[in-house]
C-alpha cells in the first residue's frame, strides 16, 4: 500500500476500536505524540514522589507513615509501567530520562507546589490523584494497546489513593480549629493546579483534535475538567470545605457546577519551569539519579553474568 493508504486503513482500524500495537504501521506524528505524552506521564509520576516523600519521616501515625509509603511505591510503579510502554517505540530509557532533566521534556506542573504540611498529602491525594483519574480512566480506552494496558492498573492503584487523601482531609475538618484550618488552607492552594492538570482549553490546545480523532484521547480537557469539578465540589462541601472559587455557582440546566477563569499565566510560568520548585525537583532527580548510577551497572553486570550462565547450560 502507499503511505496514503496506510493512512486510510490505520483510521479505519481507530474508528473500529481496534488496538495499535508496537510492531504495526502508524504515522509518525501518532508515534511522536504518543512518545511525549506516554514519557511526560511517567515523568510526573517519578517526580510526583517528591512532594510526598518529604513528609514520610513527619506522618502524624505508623498507618499513615505506612500508607504513604505504599502510595509513592505504587508511584514509581506507575513510573516504570509507563517508561516501559514508551520504550517499545524504540527508545531507550536512559534517553527519556536525559529529556527530563535537560528540560526537552515536561512533566505535570502540579508537581512544582510544595508540600507545607500534613493537610497538603491530603490534598494531593484528593484533588491531584482524583483528577488523575478522571483522565487515566479515559486513558485506559486510548488507541494504543500498551499505553492501554497500563492504564488499567494505574487506575485501580490511583483509586486507592484518592481515598487515602480525601480521608485524611475528612478528619482534619472533624478536628480542632487549627486542623480544619490547615485543611481549607491546602485546598485553596491546590484547588486551581489541580484544575490545570487537564491542560489548557480544548480552542487552545494544539494537540487535542488530532489526539482525539486518533483516540489517543477520547474526551477533550474541558470535558474532563468539567467531570471533576463536578465531582470534587460535592465531596468538599460534604466535609465542610469551602471552594476557593467565588464563581463557583449551579447551573440546573445543564447540572453542572460553572467554575471561575483559571490563571493561565501561572500555568504557563510553571510549565516554562519557573514555578515554586522547578529547579528544587529536578536538582533532586538529577542529585539521587547520579549516586544510583553503582546500583544501575551493578543490575547489567549481574544480569550478563545471568545470560552467560544460562548460554552455557
Not at 89 to 112: C, H, P, W
Request: glycine content about 8%; overall charge neutral; charged content about 25%.
Amino acid at each position: 500500500m502507499t503511505d496514503e493508504q496506510k493512512l486510510v486503513h490505520f483510521q479505519e482500524r481507530i474508528d473500529a476500536g481496534e488496538k495499535i500495537e508496537p510492531k504495526d504501521w502508524m504515522p509518525e506524528a501518532y508515534r511522536k505524540t504518543l512518545l511525549r505524552q506516554i514519557s511526560q506521564h511517567a515523568h510526573s509520576e517519578v517526580i510526583g514522589m517528591q512532594p510526598e516523600g518529604n513528609w514520610v519521616l513527619r506522618a502524624p501515625s505508623l498507618r499513615a507513615k505506612k500508607i504513604l509509603l505504599a502510595k509513592i511505591q505504587d508511584e514509581g510503579g506507575h513510573g516504570l509501567y509507563l517508561y516501559s510502554a514508551a520504550e517499545t517505540f524504540g527508545i531507550d530509557r536512559s534517553e527519556m530520562i536525559e529529556q527530563l532533566q535537560t528540560g526537552k521534556a515536561k512533566y505535570s506542573s502540579v508537581f512544582n507546589y510544595p508540600t507545607l504540611n500534613w493537610a497538603d498529602i491530603g490534598a494531593i491525594g484528593w484533588l491531584v490523584d482524583g483528577a488523575a483519574i478522571v483522565n487515566q480512566t479515559m486513558l485506559a480506552k486510548c488507541s494504543f494497546g500498551p499505553y492501554a494496558r497500563a492504564m488499567v492498573r494505574i487506575c485501580k492503584e490511583e483509586g486507592f489513593h484518592q481515598r487515602q487523601g480525601y480521608e485524611i482531609m475528612a478528619k482534619m475538618m472533624a478536628g480542632t480549629n487549627e486542623q480544619k484550618a490547615m485543611a481549607q488552607d491546602a485546598m485553596n492552594r491546590w484547588w486551581w493546579p489541580s484544575l490545570m492538570m487537564f491542560g489548557p482549553h480544548d480552542s487552545s490546545s494544539a494537540h487535542t483534535s488530532e489526539s482525539m480523532k486518533w483516540k489517543i484521547k477520547v474526551e477533550s480537557n474541558d470535558s474532563l475538567r468539567q467531570r471533576f469539578v463536578n465531582r470534587t465540589v460535592e465531596q468538599a462541601h460534604h466535609i465542610g470545605l469551602t471552594v476557593p472559587d467565588l464563581n463557583l455557582t449551579y447551573n440546573k440546566e445543564t447540572r453542572n457546577w460553572n467554575f471561575g477563569d483559571i490563571n493561565w499565566d501561572e500555568f504557563w510560568t510553571v510549565v516554562n519551569g519557573n514555578g515554586p520548585c522547578n529547579h528544587q525537583r529536578i536538582a533532586h532527580h538529577i542529585k539521587y539519579h547520579r549516586e544510583g548510577e553503582w546500583v544501575r551497572e551493578a543490575a547489567v553486570a549481574f544480569g550478563k553474568k545471568q545470560q552467560k550462565q544460562n548460554s552455557l547450560n
